[in-house]
C-alpha cells in the first residue's frame, strides 16, 4: 500500500501555523542535509559513517517482545479548516530482559519532530533524559522494509526498567478513504431548499491504522492505559456549541469552548489496544438510557446520530435493546461490563457495519438506526444482530484480546457467534437461533471448500495479509465451530468454560490454546485434541454414511470421512493431520415403521478410526447425519438412503427445519463435486411449492437458482428455469400477498413475503402478471409521494423497486424516477435498495452513464457499491468486468487499504466460467499487484472460483441442461 505510507504534505492553516513551524523547519533542513538520519544537530560527522547499522529489530513485522506499553497520554490538535492536526504522544514503558539500545514504535504517513523526540529514564527522584544517537524510519535503512517502525537509538544500551519517549507529529485528517483518522460529511438539508455540506471525523484503527493517526505500538498484545486530549479550531462562521467530542472515557469535566476553540480531556482507560482507541467530533444531538443492575450500578448508554428529527427518532430503538444485550452477556461471561459509559455512533460515512471500540462503538447509519414507521423487519434484525455483535466484543475481543492476529477468530468468530444469543435475549419471539445454520454454516462452508481457503489461524507477514485476514473464515467459519464446540460440550459447560476463560484473561492477551485450556476444565472431552484439527488445516471433511440392515432388528451405521473440496488441491497444499477430522457425528433417524429419533454423538477419531461403526438395536429406515445442522461437516449417502431421505423430505417426515436445510444443502454440494449425480440434486426440489418455511424454501432457491445460471448460454434451459421458479413460489405469493396478515406475525413472514415476491416478479417474465402489476402500481404510488407510501411497502420495498426496473419501458422512466429519489434520500439503507435496482436496468448507457456518475464527491452509500451492483446481474457480468478495469485506479486509490470493499471489487469477475476469462482477469490481476492493496488474498479466491466454474460447466452443464429442458412444468 504504497500511497499510504507517503509523506503527507500538511496544509497549514493559521490556527496551527505557529504549532507546527518547528517541524516544518526541521523536514526542510533534513532534506537539505540529505540525510534521512539527521536529528536536527549538526555533528559535523560526514553522513556515510553514520549511518548505523543497516540489520536490527527493525528487520521483523513484529515489535521486540522485551518492550511493553504501560500508558499512553495523547494530545491532539486539529484544524477543522483545513484537516490537518499536531500531537505529542507520550508512552510510559516497561524494558524487560536484556539490554537494548532501540525504541521501536509504528509510524507512517506522519511528519515526525524528530529532533523533538525525547527518552526518559523513570525512577527515583527525578527522570533521566537519556541520550539519542540517531532517529530513522525503517525504511531508511532498508527501502523494502514496510513495517511502519520510527526507530529512536539511545547513545548507550538501557538496562530493564521504565522509560519514557515523547514524539510530537503531524499529520492530515484522511479525506480520501475511510480509514485511521478520517474525515466523513453529508449534506444537510436547509429550510430555504438550499443544502450544506456537514462534516464528522472520526476514526476507524482496526487492524493497523492507529499508527496513522499517531505513533503507537500497533499491536494486540500492546495493551495500555489512555489518557486523551483533544482540542478543535473551527473556522469563523460555525458555531461550535452545536459541536461535541467523545472517546472511550468519559471526560473528566465538561468541554471547554473559547472563542472558536472546542476543547476535552478524558479520564484514563481500562488497558486496551490501539486498535480499539476512538474519538469521534461531531454536530450530533444523542439520546441517553440508563442500564441499572441488581446492585444499582449502573451504565451511561447514548446513541449519536444527526440532529435531523428523522435521525434523532430512529435512535430509540438502539437504546430500547442495548440494555437488554448488554444484561443478557453479563450473565453469559459472569463479568460485568467494565466502564462507566457506552456510547453509540452513526456515522453517515463507515468503512464496514461498525467497530468495536471500546466504550464507543461506531458504526455506519444502517447498522445502528431503524425508523419504526418506514424501515423493514430486515432492517430491524440486522440493526439488532450489529449492535449484539459489537457488544460481544466489549467482552471477546476488548477484555481479552487475540495475543496477535493469527487468531483473529477468537475476537470476530466469538461475536459472530455470541451475537445471536444477545439478539435472543433482546427479541426472544424471532427465534433467531434457528437461523444460525442457514446464515453462519452454509456462509462459511461456501468459502471454505474452495482451494484457496485458509485455515481458522494463519501467520501473517504483512498488514495487507493482516487486513485479508477479515473473511469469512475468521466470522462463519470462526462462529460456527464455536457453535460446534458448544454443542458437543453442551450449552452449560461451554459457558461456564468461557466465564473461566474471561475470567483468567482479563485486560490481557490469549492465544487458541488458552481458550482451549479454559474450556478443558469443564469438558468431558480432550477440546484442545478435537479442535486443533478445525483450526490448524483449512476446510472440512465429508462423512459417508451406509447402513446394513441385513441382521434383523438391527442396524449397522458404518462411517468413514474424507476431505471435502471443490476443484483441485494446490500443489503445496498441506496439512499436519493430513486433512482428517475429529468428528462428532449425530444423525436423525427413522424406525421401521416407527417414529423418528434423534442419535447421541458418536466421535470418529481421526487418530484411531478408518471408519466408525455404530450399531442401533432397531431397523431403520434412513439416517439423516448431522442432526440439527449443529455441525462443520457434510453428510453424503448410498444410493437407497438418498432416496428415502427425499421421499421423507416430501413427506415432512423431517420434524426441523434445520435438518431439512442441511439435507438439501449437502446433497447440492455433493452433487458439485461429483458424489450425488446433479439431477438427483434438482429433483428433491420438486416439492418445493408445498414448503411453507422460510429458511428451507430460501436454501432451495438459492440452489434452484445457482444452477440454472450455469446453463444461461442455453436459451430453452434457461428459459425453463424462470417457469420452474415461478411455479415453485406461486403458492407462497398467492398465500402471503403483499400485505402482513397480522401485527405480530413471525419474522419468518415477511422474510419469505419479500422472498417469493421479489423473485416470482423476476421470474414471471410478463408485465401483465397481475402481481408484477401491483408492483408497479405500487411504485408509482411511491414515486408521487414517497414519504407517505414508504410505510405501505416497507417489507416489500426491495420487491417494489427492482420490478419498477425490471419491466420499465425503453426511455427508462422508473429508472430516471428512481435515481432522483436516490439523490434525495437520507437514509442509508434505502439508498442501497435504490442501487440494487437501478443496477438491473437493461440499458448499458445508463449503466455506464451511472457508473460514471458515482465517483462524484457526493455520490451516495459508497462509489464501490454501484459497479458491484451492476456485477449481481447476470445480463451484466462483461460490462462490469469492463467497467472495474477502465475505473481501477480511481478505485484502488479509494479502496485498497480497506479489506473488505477491495475485496468485494476484486471478486466481480469470479462468475466467469472459460479458460479465456481465466487468463484475461489473472493477466490483469498481475498488472495490479502494485496497488491491489489488501485484495490480494481475494484475488487469489476469484481466480479459484473461476476455475471451479469452468470445471463445473465441463463436469455438469449437460445434466443440468437436460434436466431443466426437460422438467415438467404446469
Not at 428523522?310 to 430500547?320: G, I, N, R, V
Not at 421458479?725 to 400477498?737: N, S, T
Not at 440499458?843 to 458515482?854: A, F, G, H, Q, Y
Amino acid at each position: 500500500m504504497l500511497n499510504r505510507r507517503k509523506k503527507i504534505g500538511i496544509a497549514i492553516g493559521a490556527g496551527v501555523a505557529a504549532a507546527i513551524a518547528l517541524i516544518v523547519i526541521v523536514v526542510v533542513s533534513t532534506n537539505k542535509k540529505g540525510d534521512p538520519d539527521n536529528d536536527g544537530k549538526d555533528d559535523g560527522k560526514d553522513d556515510k559513517d553514520d549511518i548505523g547499522p543497516l540489520d536490527g529489530p527493525w528487520d521483523n513485522i513484529r515489535l521486540p517482545e522485551n518492550i511493553k506499553a504501560k500508558a499512553y497520554k495523547l494530545s491532539l490538535h486539529i484544524n477543522w479548516e483545513h484537516m490537518n492536526y499536531t500531537g505529542t504522544q507520550e508512552v510510559t514503558m516497561d524494558v524487560t530482559g536484556e539490554e537494548t539500545k532501540y525504541f521501536l514504535i509504528h509510524t507512517v504517513g506522519l511528519v515526525i519532530d524528530k529532533a523533538a523526540t525525547t527518552l526518559h529514564k523513570l525512577g527515583g527522584k527525578s527522570d533521566e533524559e537519556l541520550t539519542i544517537k540517531r532517529t530513522f524510519m525503517d525504511t531508511e535503512k532498508k527501502p523494502e522494509l514496510r513495517h511502519d517502525f520510527y526507530v529512536v537509538e539511545s547513545e548507550e544500551a538501557v538496562a530493564a526498567g521504565s522509560y519514557k519517549m515523547k514524539i510530537s507529529f503531524a499529520g492530515q485528517v484522511q479525506t480520501e478513504k475511510l480509514t485511521g483518522m478520517y474525515r466523513s460529511k453529508y449534506e444537510r438539508k436547509l429550510q430555504d431548499g438550499g443544502t450544506e455540506m456537514i462534516y464528522q471525523v472520526s476514526t476507524d484503527f482496526e487492524p493497523v491504522d492507529a499508527r496513522s493517526a499517531f505513533p503507537c505500538f500497533d499491536e494486540p498484545a500492546q495493551k495500555a492505559k489512555w489518557t486523551t486530549d483533544i482540542k478543535v479550531t473551527f473556522p469563523a462562521g460555525i458555531d461550535i456549541h452545536e459541536y461535541n467530542i467523545i472517546s472511550n472515557m468519559p471526560l473528566k469535566e465538561d468541554l471547554s469552548r473559547e472563542g472558536q476553540v472546542l476543547s476535552g480531556s478524558f479520564m484514563e482507560s481500562v488497558p486496551m489496544s490501539t486498535y480499539l482507541v476512538c474519538f469521534a467530533v461531531s454536530d450530533f444531538l444523542y439520546k441517553e438510557a440508563t442500564y441499572t443492575r441488581d446492585d444499582d450500578s449502573t451504565v451511561t448508554m447514548r446513541v449519536y446520530a444527526r440532529r435531523e428529527q428523522e435521525f434523532q427518532d430512529s435512535a430509540d430503538y438502539a437504546l430500547e435493546v442495548t440494555p437488554d444485550i448488554i444484561k443478557e452477556y453479563e450473565k453469559f461471561y459472569k463479568v460485568p461490563y467494565p466502564l462507566p459509559k457506552l456510547d453509540q455512533i452513526a456515522l453517515p460515512e463507515f468503512n464496514s457495519g461498525a467497530m468495536e471500540n471500546w466504550g464507543i462503538i461506531t458504526y455506519r447509519e444502517s447498522s445502528l438506526l431503524y425508523n419504526p414507521t418506514t424501515s423493514s423487519t430486515a432492517e430491524k434484525q440486522r440493526v439488532c444482530a450489529v449492535i449484539a455483535h459489537e457488544a460481544a466484543h466489549q467482552w471477546f475481543g476488548n477484555i481479552v484480546t487475540m495475543a496477535w492476529w493469527n487468531d483473529l477468530w477468537l475476537n470476530e468468530g466469538f461475536a459472530s457467534f455470541v451475537e445471536y444469543y444477545g439478539i435472543d435475549a433482546a427479541e426472544p419471539d424471532w427465534n433467531i437461533l434457528d437461523f444460525f445454520y442457514p446464515d453462519e454454516m452454509t456462509t462459511a462452508m461456501n468459502f471454505d471448500s474452495s482451494p484457496s481457503s485458509h485455515p481458522i489461524s494463519v501467520q501473517v507477514s504483512s498488514p495487507e495479509e493482516l487486513s485479508g485476514l477479515f473473511d469469512t473464515i475468521s466470522y462463519r467459519k470462526g462462529s460456527s465451530i464455536n457453535w460446534m464446540m458448544m454443542k458437543f460440550m453442551g450449552d452449560d459447560k461451554f459457558a461456564d468454560g468461557l466465564a473461566q476463560y474471561i475470567a483468567d484473561f482479563q485486560y490481557g492477551n490469549a492465544a487458541m490454546v488458552d481458550l482451549f485450556d479454559s474450556l478443558n476444565k469443564v469438558a468431558n472431552v480432550n477440546v484442545t485434541k478435537v479442535m486443533l484439527t478445525w483450526t490448524l488445516q483449512m476446510g472440512f471433511p465429508y462423512v459417508t454414511a451406509s447402513l446394513d440392515t441385513s441382521i434383523p432388528g438391527s442396524t449397522t451405521i458404518t462411517l468413514e470421512q474424507d476431505r471435502f473440496i471443490v476443484g483441485e488441491a494446490k500443489d503445496d497444499d498441506t496439512s499436519e493431520f493430513d486433512y482428517k477430522w475429529h468428528i462428532p457425528f449425530s444423525y436423525v433417524y427413522k424406525v421401521k415403521d416407527g417414529d423418528v429419533k434423534t442419535s447421541d454423538i458418536h466421535w470418529i477419531w481421526s487418530d484411531n478410526d478408518t471408519s466408525k461403526t455404530v450399531t442401533v438395536n432397531e431397523e431403520i429406515e434412513w439416517i439423516k447425519g448431522n442432526a440439527d445442522g449443529n455441525f462443520y461437516y457434510l453428510v453424503n449417502y448410498e444410493d437407497d438412503n438418498l432416496a428415502a431421505l427425499a421421499t421423507a423430505l416430501e413427506a415432512g417426515e423431517l420434524p426441523k427445519a434445520t435438518d431439512k436445510t442441511s439435507l438439501v444443502y449437502d446433497v447440492f454440494r455433493l452433487a458439485e463435486t461429483n458424489h450425488v449425480e446433479y439431477d438427483k440434486a434438482l429433483d428433491m426440489t420438486k416439492y418445493a411449492k408445498t414448503e411453507t418455511e422460510y429458511v428451507v424454501l430460501s436454501r432451495i432457491l438459492s440452489e434452484v437458482l445457482s444452477a440454472g445460471d450455469g446453463v444461461k448460454s442455453d436459451d430453452t434451459a434457461y428459459g425453463n428455469l424462470w417457469k420452474y421458479v415461478a411455479e415453485m413460489l406461486k403458492p407462497r405469493v398467492d398465500d402471503m400477498g403483499w400485505d402482513p396478515k397480522s401485527d405480530n406475525e413471525p419474522i419468518t413472514a415477511p422474510k419469505m413475503r419479500d422472498m417469493a415476491l421479489r423473485n416470482y416478479c423476476k421470474a414471471v417474465q410478463d408485465k401483465t402478471d397481475t402481481t408484477v402489476q401491483e408492483a408497479l402500481t405500487k411504485f408509482t404510488e411511491f414515486v408521487a409521494d414517497p414519504k407517505t407510501k414508504k410505510s405501505e411497502i416497507k417489507d416489500v420495498f426491495t420487491t417494489v423497486m427492482r420490478t419498477a426496473i425490471i419491466y420499465d419501458d425503453d426511455s427508462n422512466t422508473n429508472w430516471n424516477s428512481m435515481w432522483q429519489l436516490l439523490q434525495d434520500s437520507d437514509w442509508e439503507a434505502d439508498q442501497r435498495i435504490y442501487i440494487a435496482a437501478l443496477a438491473r436496468s437493461k440499458n448499458e448507457t445508463v449503466l455506464r452513464k451511472m457508473i460514471e456518475d458515482s465517483f462524484a464527491e457526493d455520490a451516495k452509500a459508497g462509489t464501490w457499491r454501484y459497479l458491484y451492483y451492476v456485477s449481481y446481474h447476470g445480463d451484466h457480468y462483461d460490462l462490469a468486468w469492463e467497467l472495474l478495469q477502465d475505473n481501477w485506479d480511481e478505485y484502488a486509490v479509494k479502496y485498497n487499504t480497506t479489506s473488505f470493499t477491495m475485496g468485494y471489487l476484486v471478486e466481480i469477475p469470479e462468475v466467469f466460467d472459460t479458460q479465456e476469462k481465466y487468463n484475461e482477469v489473472a493477466a490483469f490481476f498481475k498488472s495490479k499487484e502494485s496497488n491491489i492493496g489488501t485484495g490480494l488474498k481475494t484475488v487469489e479466491e476469484t481466480l479459484s472460483k473461476i476455475k471451479s466454474n469452468i470445471k463445473w460447466k465441463a463436469d455438469h452443464f449437460e445434466n443440468v441442461k437436460t434436466w431443466f429442458t426437460n422438467v415438467e412444468l404446469e
